[in-house]
């Protein structure tokens, strides 16, 4: 929901409602959180907390987002362990997480991030965070 459709459902609700029954409509408290979200200043970086479970020949990287296979390639390819797993949609779901041809060409899953937080994704945030997932793989197994 962007920030014009929140302001429209609120906006309408209220108006509709001159006295706010005890429980609000669903739509109309969800339209108050993304106002709320959308308000809010854009924050300097996204902070993803992983914890990397290894085990054996096993390593298994978790990620919030619907990561795109080009990552999941790299990190197979270049991680330490035999096995190295990329687990998309971990701990929560954020939205897409485009590569950087991606974001070149546009499209719904670049489009998808304008509207989770008021985060800006660079186009080169996967890059960074497999590079940071390898690192500490890299950490874990040493």
Not at 102 to 113: D, I, M, N, Q, V
Not at 116 to 124: A, E, G, K, S, T
Request: include cysteine; proline fraction near 10%.
């Amino acid at each position: 929901m962007g920030e014009a459709e929140a302001e429209k459902t609120v906006r309408e609700y209220e108006a509709a409602n001159p006295v706010m029954p005890v429980e609000p409509d669903g739509a109309y408290q969800i339209a108050k959180h993304v106002l709320a979200a959308w308000k809010q200043p854009p924050e300097p970086e996204l902070v993803l907390e992983q914890t990397i479970i290894a085990f054996g020949p096993l390593a298994m990287v978790p990620f919030p987002f619907e990561v795109f296979s080009v990552f999941t390639l790299r990190l197979r390819k270049f991680g330490p362990y035999q096995y190295n797993l990329l687990c998309s949609n971990t701990n929560g779901r954020n939205a897409y997480l485009p590569d950087r041809g991606s974001f070149a060409l546009g499209g719904c899953e670049p489009e998808c991030l304008k509207n989770i937080r008021p985060f800006v994704i660079r186009p080169d945030a996967g890059d960074i965070a497999v590079s940071q997932s390898l690192a500490a793989l890299e950490k874990a197994q040493a």
